[in-house]
């Protein structure tokens, strides 16, 4: 997409107010908050820029925050476990602007046309070379997730992204998604594209036999005189929640005790400044934050969790900062530190949505982005149907998008109920929008795609979901897995999410019976993590379906009946 | 990447041979300060904790914070669960592993000698989530620590 100038944005503005589109629109953009939202002063003398999750999305997108995100235990109602107005009230954001729109699914058709896309790596590129005018030294993070998430991504087995965040200028960076290219694949890019350029730092893969380490666990940098390390935590279970055999040699895992030696060490070695490049998820950080000391701040990822300032958490040895940059290429945090006498004093943050429009396309960017589609291009932009409801992923159970995949997968296989992995990733389609073959692709392009269909017993498919539901409502973050609720189809269930593991589940029933324990049912779903599971690509299964039907209905979304959340304030009232 | 080729070869053949059940840590327990324990029938055979703690003499037992037991939250592969415990309790004796739900529940005992560091390491196969937990006997009393693992179907995350 060409960017446009401010006036002419403004034009589109004051078009789209007439239209009914207002949401304060002129109140920020002709008072000129709309430029002022990236005039952000210089504070201190350590700067971080960070984003994290951009799922390889190298080109605007759409993208819904959750209405439902459910905090339990010790987490409700708490960052990350708020929505929609309780988010806005939490961190006073004005209802109706342009950052209630980056923040909250609030009003989210209307506000995705009247603000535009979000994200696209050239117009993040200018935002970041915005930045470092600024910020002299800035240190640019990446969480990780990079290499995964788009079709582009997939078919170039991460290269674009690699030479996309090379031209970023990404100086350090941690990794999950990363690992489902393989160990190989990894240590290529990182032992070749990366070397001397970007620092790939994980404190807890080590080799599963003896323990050595894989990775550097940190980086020693120096800023304005300053000496800084930054950590990497890669997600601790990615054998569990992605395919082991794809690591089979590498051993994760959360690691507290590790991470304060690291931490230790850095600071015996001269570090000023500790920051933790997280991709735990926010829970994990938060009690990670509170268990393990000498952490400045915690830049964390994970749970796609776009929250607007940190969470500042206290513990033995004084405080860090918790952070969370969303996804999807949506957000860029600024984190700048004022470190006085070898301490840090005082900092400021700002998670700064990434508005297409109002950031112009860096061209050098650009064309990396416009080589690496040309070839793909007719695929990519192949019109598969024409959606007339909103199509999302993100939220704790069935969003839109994935509902689309379930009743696809459904009908194609014969199955009595789906089951579609809960997934943060994916895109926004909005009503009236072409679904391409991208975009479908950005809901399901992983390296084990295949499409399954499995006969299974009324009480597997209780205790699976159980599982699920328990890496999910656990309360203890440790537990927990940063994922949202496998997505049901067919199904109709209850969820009490603050029961135990055994009862979170209740009152299953298809069409209308109830789910027999000992009766088989036939059961389709993708993405299998175990070895030499065979299938179609779940992609090709859902295109199929969806040239066929050409005109996608708005969804009805099986949600199971909630128990025992209301006033949670994790979910949209 | 440090790399000992060596070493993993030896694991590997090891493995290879299904010796996956107790890795003891090389150069801290010295084979030659191991007693040749007998094989107590008993508390091996027991299907239950209570059962197998009785075998052992242990029914009375307190925990303690000097005995640090060392597993996953969430194991990444139930067939070869890594648990590490360390006894700093003085005159440490022994070390055992016990894993609840498993069928029989006590997976390894380890005695020292005088003077043996009381630490070990083992690789325990787990078929679903449970409490596991270690006993150390020191000056004839039992000390316990214990936590939960969680042993999940995986996928659907992130």
């Known amino acids: 997409m060409s960017s446009m100038n401010r006036r002419e944005f403004l034009q589109i503005m004051a078009a789209a107010s007439a239209a009914g589109f207002a949401l304060d629109a002129r109140s920020v953009w002709a008072a000129g908050k709309g430029d002022s939202l990236y005039e952000l002063k210089k504070f201190g003398n350590v700067h971080f820029l960070h984003f994290t999750d951009c799922h390889a999305q190298l080109q605007p997108i759409h993208f819904r925050e959750p209405s439902v995100n459910l905090g339990i235990g010790g987490a409700a109602g708490k960052a990350p476990h708020l929505v929609g107005e309780h988010l806005l009230k939490a961190f006073g954001i004005k209802p109706g602007g342009i950052e209630a729109h980056a923040f909250t699914y609030l009003n989210f058709e209307k506000a995705a046309k009247t603000y535009g896309k979000v994200g696209g790596f050239a117009h993040l590129a200018t935002l970041v070379k915005r930045l470092r005018a600024g910020r002299p030294g800035a240190l640019l993070l ?134 933790v490049l997280s991709h735990n998820g926010m829970d994990v950080d938060l009690k990670m934050a509170s268990r393990v000391t000498g952490i400045d701040a915690i ?139 991208e975009h479908l692709m950005d809901q399901t392009a992983i390296t084990y795609p295949s499409v399954t269909l499995s006969e299974m017993k009324g009480d597997q498919i209780k205790s699976i979901l159980e599982d699920v539901g328990d890496n999910l409502f656990n309360p203890d973050p440790y537990y927990q897995q940063g994922g949202d ?40 779903g993708w993405a299998p993590v175990a070895e030499g599971a065979k299938g179609e690509p779940v992609w090709d299964v859902v295109a199929r379906y969806l040239r066929d039907k050409k005109t996608i209905t708005a969804r009805k979304l099986n949600q199971p009946k909630l128990v025992g959340m209301k006033g949670n304030p994790g979910h949209a009232a | 990447m440090e790399m000992n080729p060596a070493r993993r070869t030896v694991l590997r053949g090891a493995s290879s041979l299904g010796a996956l059940s107790a890795l003891v840590l090389a150069g801290v327990l010295k084979p030659t300060a191991v007693y040749a324990a007998e094989w107590n029938k008993a508390a091996f055979e027991a299907k239950d904790t209570a059962g197998a703690l009785k075998g052992m003499g242990a029914a009375a037992s307190a925990d303690s914070k000097d005995l640090v037991l060392k597993v996953p939250d969430i194991a990444e592969n139930g067939a070869v669960v890594p648990v590490d415990v360390l006894s700093n309790i003085p005159n440490t004796t022994s070390i055992a592993i016990l894993v609840e739900k498993n069928p029989q529940p006590l997976c390894a005992q380890f005695d020292f000698a005088n003077g043996a560091l009381p630490e070990v390491a083992a690789r325990l196969k787990m078929g679903q989530t449970s409490l596991v937990k270690a006993v150390a006997k020191a000056d004839g009393k039992f000390y316990t620590a214990q936590k939960e693992v969680k042993v999940t179907v995986g996928g659907c995350g992130g």
């Open chain 1, 142 to 275: 990446d969480g990780g997730d990079t290499w995964q998430g788009s079709a582009t991504a997939l078919w170039s087995n991460g290269q674009d992204m690699v030479d996309a965040c090379k031209l970023l200028g990404v100086d350090i960076m941690a990794g999950h998604w990363e690992f489902t290219l393989g160990d190989k694949r990894v240590l290529e890019i990182v032992e070749k594209d990366f070397k001397g350029k970007i620092d790939f730092v994980a404190q807890n893969i080590k080799t599963s036999d003896f323990g050595d380490k894989v990775f550097e666990p940190y980086s020693m940098r120096e800023m304005n005189g300053v000496k800084i390390a930054v950590i990497g935590q890669a997600f601790p279970y990615t054998p569990i929640a992605n395919p082991r055999w794809m690591v089979p040699e590498w051993t994760f895992g959360i690691q507290d005790d590790n991470m304060q030696k690291t931490v230790d060490e850095a600071r015996a070695k001269g570090a000023h400044v500790v920051v």
């Open chain 1, 299 to 437: 830049m964390g990822g994970h749970t796609h969790d776009g929250v607007p300032q940190p969470s500042v958490i206290k513990n033995a040895g004084g405080q860090t900062l918790v952070t969370n940059a969303g996804s999807n290429g949506k957000f860029l945090g600024v984190l700048d530190f004022d470190v006085k006498n070898g301490k840090v004093s005082d900092f400021r943050y700002k998670l700064l949505p990434v508005f297409s429009n109002l950031l112009p396309a860096d061209t050098e960017m650009a064309a990396l982005i416009d080589k690496v589609r040309a070839p793909h291009k007719a695929k990519l932009e192949e019109k598969l149907a024409v959606s007339e409801g909103l199509l999302y992923r993100r939220g704790n159970f069935n969003g839109s998008w994935d509902q689309l995949i379930l009743d696809a997968i459904m009908e194609v296989q014969g199955a009595d109920i789906g089951f579609s992995p809960g997934f943060r990733w994916g895109t926004t389609i909005l009503p009236g929008q072409a679904i391409t073959f």
């Open chain 1, 485 to 524: 609720m496998v997505r049901v189809g067919g199904l109709a269930y209850a969820c009490d999410p603050n029961a135990k593991i055994g009862n979170r589940i209740r009152d299953m029933r298809l069409g209308g019976k109830p789910l027999d324990a000992d009766k088989t049912y036939k059961v389709a």
